[in-house]
DNA sequence: TATGAATGAGGGTTCATTCAT
DNA sequence: TATGAATGAACCCTCATTCAT
């Protein structure tokens, strides 16, 4: 495999990325804004100023629009959430570093991540993408990092990993909609509020 | 306004009023096999055995009938829930025991939870009830009753009732979709590591 | 399974079975004059005078509607040929009464039995149908009837009835489009002659 | 008019006859694949290895490339049956020849035949062809050569030539689907039947 | 009270064709 | 000479809704 490029995409010229990209970037607001079931084709295309048509020249199928939708939302959001996780050493550091850079993110970004998770909820989604779905491994991920930081005795030894990261996800998610929903919502005082509640809830005994 | 009757609801013979709910019934059911989009009339009534025109004789619009959906799943589950609630005179009582038969309820009525959580997610459901919800109004009684009890000076006096409330609701209500999906999931053993969360994230510094 | 029903035909109305002969009535004058693939809903809904979602309620979907065509058009056909053919008691007698009545009934009704070759022709049509085509089982029984009488001695016996059968098929076939394009064509002394060709292809040697 | 082209030829580059006469095979090949419906320019684009506009490049619109196609298929096939049917000088003699040539003909060149057919069967070939297509040209050639060795006394003087050639072209376009569609079709086997059946049908009275 | 016939809008997708490069 | 971007019409199909019976 070389360097840099996946073993089966296709080629594309540099107008057909950017085009997808486009596209794929008016789909996400648009699912922001109207849900997945509201995203058509014909909504989509009107965003962008481009016929219907323009739509299937790109894509092969809804899916494909889907797929891409979902793969650049959750680029973004990993490539901003990882480093910040990373340059943590300590598992009650990391966590809370997960939280809010999770949080920081959907602030910064909120479309990104409606979209990611109306996909992800949808039927269509959910039979769909199911694994390659960016929520479906951020669950795993998190479960993964915090059995770790267990084992080793950074936190209390008696919580289930998988129990404790889908109420970590399911915390990080709940703001979506009220980002959207609710104008006083205050999300960085939210995010610490989350932090707090994680870190008394995973915190070792002799946690000072 | 007539006497023993609700501020706009129309008056209903016995019969509208058992079809009604004889439809909304089966509506929770399609909500929760094929999702909030795949819940057409024609699957409806289908399920039924009724005819299409059926559905738009007793309700006004689909709107109509969705307000009816949640109205009674949300019925049944308070009326499970809050004598379970109000048995407990404690804060961290009443809280595991808003957990426990929150999470019991779905276990036992899933279909109910998943078509509740299905409408209150889907853009429609959000434009169109809103303030109706049973999830936002779980999410405000739950709040309050936090409040209350941190007033009382029974859980840590540090905590944002609001965020807390968030938080739990959304761990409650991410097991719906695990239940549907992941046969392995165990409700039980989930909802206990949930209380155990959410009584460590919110007990007073005092508590033993 | 009861008389004169068949086994898993679902139960119709008389308003939605007049509809379904309507429908397929003008599908095959559309076929007729437009071909398989100039039939879409629209041109045939047109026909009509309905709207084309109509042909969508009465039919699930076009491969029900072309089946409802090519049953509609063959039935039509079988019931005018089948007793002249078997008036004859001779091996002979009967192929001239087949070829004579095949065309016709294809001089009267024209546009059945362009639709029927145009479906048995059209890539979908040898797809879905085939065996269910009249076309096929035309030459399938043709065959078997040659075979018999030639074993009978009736007929010449070193012809192989399969080539023969094709052969007279093709010859009746091939009327149609000349009916539709060429206004000079005489169907009648094309029956006649084709009568004589086949009578002569078949004939046993101490025939008079 | 200059000197050296047909009448509204209009004059072609080497390349650009080059790359018609390769556009024209692919689209025969996709012809007998798929269908005339199923021949698209994205489908024959494909299968040379070019862009959808190139088609629409070198050709005025679809109907300029189903002339070519057929152009290009008949003259193969012309050039094929022509000299083998010349080269008998007796009416059974080049009837049996013809015949033979057009199935064997079929025989290693089932695309070219069956592309043909298909284009003069499609309603928009009938439209647009007629007159130029090699089908009814055959028929006309054939009917033709009949009719003069009827009147030399080679044939019985009183078959129609118009409706005997009708029904030999008719037999021997049959194989072509059946080439395609049934493995256990012997079209040598078919051809010698064919010869027989049409020299019984044609021959005087007094042909030992 | 209930049915089934009917509509019209909107869904995704395929197509031949045009045009700037 | 050839490409690939782009269009707009047409395709079948599903939907909520209306209405006469």
């Given at each position: 495999m070389q360097p840099g490029a996946a073993a089966d995409e296709p080629e594309r010229t540099f107008i057909e990325t950017a085009r997808r990209a486009q596209i794929a970037a008016a789909a996400i607001d648009t699912i922001a804004e109207l849900g997945y079931a509201g995203a058509s084709f014909a909504r989509i295309s009107e965003r962008v100023g481009i016929s219907r048509g323009l739509i299937s020249y790109h894509f092969a199928d809804k899916d494909d629009l889907m797929r891409q939708v979902v793969h650049q939302a959750a680029e973004e959001a990993i490539s901003y959430i990882r480093p910040r996780v990373l340059a943590e050493s300590t598992g009650p550091g990391m966590l809370r570093a997960y939280i809010e850079s999770n949080l920081a993110f959907m602030r910064d970004h909120r479309n990104n991540v409606i979209a990611m998770i109306e996909i992800a909820r949808s039927a269509e989604g959910r039979r769909s993408y199911h694994d390659d779905t960016a929520v479906v491994n951020a669950v795993r991920a998190l479960e993964h990092a915090l059995s770790g930081f267990q084992t080793a005795g950074?936190?209390?030894?008696?919580?289930?990993p998988h129990a404790m990261a889908i109420a970590i996800r399911a915390a990080i998610e709940a703001a979506s909609p009220l980002l959207a929903?609710?104008?006083?919502?205050?999300i960085d005082s939210y995010s610490r509020q989350i932090v707090a509640i994680f870190d008394l809830a995973t915190r070792a005994d002799d946690t000072p």
């Amino acid at each position: 495999m070389q360097p840099g490029a996946a073993a089966d995409e296709p080629e594309r010229t540099f107008i057909e990325t950017a085009r997808r990209a486009q596209i794929a970037a008016a789909a996400i607001d648009t699912i922001a804004e109207l849900g997945y079931a509201g995203a058509s084709f014909a909504r989509i295309s009107e965003r962008v100023g481009i016929s219907r048509g323009l739509i299937s020249y790109h894509f092969a199928d809804k899916d494909d629009l889907m797929r891409q939708v979902v793969h650049q939302a959750a680029e973004e959001a990993i490539s901003y959430i990882r480093p910040r996780v990373l340059a943590e050493s300590t598992g009650p550091g990391m966590l809370r570093a997960y939280i809010e850079s999770n949080l920081a993110f959907m602030r910064d970004h909120r479309n990104n991540v409606i979209a990611m998770i109306e996909i992800a909820r949808s039927a269509e989604g959910r039979r769909s993408y199911h694994d390659d779905t960016a929520v479906v491994n951020a669950v795993r991920a998190l479960e993964h990092a915090l059995s770790g930081f267990q084992t080793a005795g950074q936190f209390r030894p008696d919580f289930d990993p998988h129990a404790m990261a889908i109420a970590i996800r399911a915390a990080i998610e709940a703001a979506s909609p009220l980002l959207a929903s609710d104008p006083e919502f205050d999300i960085d005082s939210y995010s610490r509020q989350i932090v707090a509640i994680f870190d008394l809830a995973t915190r070792a005994d002799d946690t000072p």
